[in-house]
């Protein structure tokens, strides 16, 4: 191995460490701030970082997961059954977005961002966070939100979770770190769905996704805990910040 080679999976190793720790502590697995990483450090275009990143983000949320369970009570029949349909429709939207055009996709990604956001931004502003209150939907319509988690999961490959979190704890009266925690449990099907369609579509870069994975593994625990020392307040703030620096980040790429 060159001197130049273990460089390079150093530094793979030492962002995997970092995006573990913000994926941990945000639900979100890493790969949100990911893709436009990779698109400025390794010059990649949308889908070749985001199947890449994908190699990350599947055992980070499985192990995000398990971690927001054991701190969280997490009703398990209801996000299996959320979980079996978001597999379904995340393989579909990955299959569709392997064939769009790449500046259409990382607009369209990073136009998203912007809308949820801004969102969150105005929860935030008028105090209707939904956080603590009984609620406005009935559990049976869960498996409504695991199929569009898991299409948008396909489509953006960390889109479903952005998507579930609010509405969890908006429309189901979930708290906070519940809501991150079965947003996680979507994902962790959805994304080894996205990431056979984006390996098939050979949109996938192995010698920089699995060093990113390992170091993501090995400090995703600490990102959960860092998450429960936070305010919920403080912790959808800081979720806001990155969600606007990432889709500034998206739209300077192009």
């Known amino acids: 191995m060159t001197a130049q080679l273990v460089h390079a999976v150093l530094l793979d190793l030492a962002l995997g460490v970092c995006l573990g ?3 941990g502590m945000l639900g979100i697995g ?8 990779l698109g400025i450090l390794y010059g990649m275009d949308q889908h070749l970082a985001q199947g890449t990143a994908l190699v990350m983000i599947a055992p980070n949320v499985l192990i995000g997961f398990l971690r927001y369970r054991q701190r969280n009570h997490i009703d398990m029949r209801a996000t299996l059954w ?4 978001a597999t379904i429709s995340s393989y579909i939207g990955g299959r569709i977005a ?3 055009n790449a500046q259409l996709l990382q607009s369209a990604f990073a136009t998203f961002l912007i809308v949820l956001a801004t969102y969150f931004v105005l929860q935030q502003r008028f105090g209707h966070s939904g956080e603590g209150r009984a609620p406005i939907l009935s559990k049976k319509l869960l498996p409504v939100l695991g199929v569009a988690s898991g299409g948008m999961s396909g489509v953006f490959t960390v889109g479903g979770g952005l998507i579930v979190v609010p509405a969890l704890v908006t429309l189901f009266g979930l708290t906070q770190t ?3 925690g079965v947003a996680l449990a979507l994902v962790v099907p959805g994304a080894v769905a996205a990431l056979f369609s984006y390996a098939q579509g050979g949109h996938v870069d192995w010698m920089v996704g699995i060093p990113l994975a390992l170091g993501g593994i090995a ?4 990102g959960v805990a860092l998450a429960h020392k936070f305010p ?3 912790l959808r703030l800081l ?3 990155v969600l606007y620096g990432t889709a500034g980040m998206m739209l300077a790429l192009r």
């Open 21 to 23: 720790t913000a994926g």
């Open 30 to 37: 890493g790969g949100l701030i990911a893709i436009p990483v």
């Open 82 to 85: 959320m979980g079996m349909l």
């Open 98 to 100: 392997s064939h769009l």
């Open 178 to 180: 519940q809501a991150q």
């Open 219 to 222: 400090s995703v625990s600490w």
């Open 232 to 234: 919920p307040e403080r």
């Open 239 to 241: 979720f806001c910040v």
